[in-house]
């Protein structure tokens, strides 16, 4: 099946716009095919529209923006972006300033409301080549059907994801569908990011660390990340209390960090102070706030990681740490693919008991760490 863009228009075009939805978990995935595309057409330039296009803009999404933005420039490869706005005026400054840019093509691949995407582009331009994935629900069929009309090619997002195992198989599938991307135009063969982080960041990840851990290289780090941007995929702080004294009772050299999204770092680190049961024990609470890239420094710090399925736990599987996932069982696409003992809760994570968890870290710790002074038992 020939790409819906084909390699003459991609050689022959000058601009290219991709739109998504864009989100940290996303990201690790997609990036890949953009770094492939631009290695593919080095002429060609990129832009992306992340907005993610809500007929009611809602402000807390804006939080996403510093971090994207941070990732994107990171990349090297991406000229303007358009991020997630506050409100319709600002959306409609942003559709004003890509008219400007003469889009030769714009692509995108999703899967939330694929329609006001497509409504979008055509009228960021009249005269671009638009292709974009559609999705269900159809909560305006009439509409859906006018605004995908006035577009020039679409493919089934949803078709492709009920044959995918994985999600990187699914941003495989769209890829190659739009533009005839294939494993082979893959920069190092992967389909998730490695991640090159700064010195700078590696070596405020290690101040935090040796705080922690009094400077004891004996210590083993434990990486927890329990909230995420859904209810049902968070871990409530009363089962991960419990999860965390029921480790203690075990091991002797176990310090934790929390991390939290920016918004909650507050009230997680208040938990932990004002828990008797928890303030007494090694543990800090952590956000990235100067830059993003803070985050996956400290993760490579860190021995292991326990996270629900979030950001965090996909950035494990790009640092190469063991990790135990907790998740709910509808979300099989977005299981982390590496060292993972993954954990599915009956449609919410927190019906995942503590005990589930202990043991499976256990379980990695035993795996990776045994005969080592690290893991100490208590007697």
């Given amino acids: 099946m020939s790409s819906l863009i084909s390699h003459t228009q991609l050689q022959s075009a000058q601009r290219i716009l991709y739109m998504t939805h864009l989100a940290i978990g996303d990201f690790v995935y997609q990036s890949v095919w953009l770094k492939a595309l631009k290695a593919k057409y080095p002429h060609l330039v990129i832009d992306v529209w992340f907005d993610d296009c809500r007929s009611r803009p809602q402000s807390w999404a804006t939080g996403r923006n510093k971090v994207l933005n941070e990732w994107i420039d990171a990349l090297g490869i991406i000229d303007n972006t358009y991020p997630i706005v506050g409100n319709l005026a600002q959306r409609q400054g942003y559709i004003s300033q890509a008219k400007e840019l003469n889009y030769d093509l714009i692509v995108f691949i999703g899967k939330n409301r694929s329609e006001q995407f497509a409504k979008i582009a055509r009228k960021i331009s009249s005269s671009a080549y638009i292709v974009a994935s559609k999705s269900k629900p159809l909560n305006n069929p009439i509409a859906k059907w006018l605004y995908f009309k006035n577009i020039d090619a679409h493919f089934s997002y949803d078709d492709i994801a009920k044959h995918s ?209 690290k893991l100490d038992k208590r007697p």
């Fill in 165 to 373: 195992e994985h999600i990187t198989d699914l941003y495989s599938q769209c890829f190659e569908r739009a533009l005839g991307l294939t494993c082979d135009d893959l920069v190092d063969g992967k389909k998730q990011l490695a991640f090159n982080v700064d010195a700078i960041y590696q070596q405020q990840a290690r101040t935090l660390i040796e705080k922690l851990t009094t400077n004891d290289n004996n210590k083993l780090i434990v990486f927890v990340n329990h909230l995420s941007t859904a209810d049902k995929r968070d871990y409530p702080f009363a089962q991960l209390k419990k999860v965390i004294l029921t480790l203690e009772k075990k091991y002797q050299n176990l310090v934790y960090i929390f991390n939290c999204p920016p918004d909650k770092l507050n009230e997680v680190t208040t938990q932990v102070a004002e828990d008797s049961d928890l303030n007494c024990l090694a543990v800090t609470t952590f956000t990235a706030k100067q830059n993003f890239f803070q985050l996956p420094a400290l993760i490579a710090e860190s021995d292991i990681v326990i996270s629900a399925e979030t950001a965090t736990a996909h950035l494990a599987v790009c640092m190469g740490k063991p990790q135990v996932t907790i998740m709910s069982n509808d979300l099989t696409l977005w299981q982390p693919k590496g060292d993972c003992i993954i954990l599915t809760g009956s449609g919410q994570a927190k019906s995942i008991t503590p005990q589930q968890i202990v043991d499976a870290f256990t379980q990695q710790l035993n795996q990776h760490f045994s005969g080592t002074s």
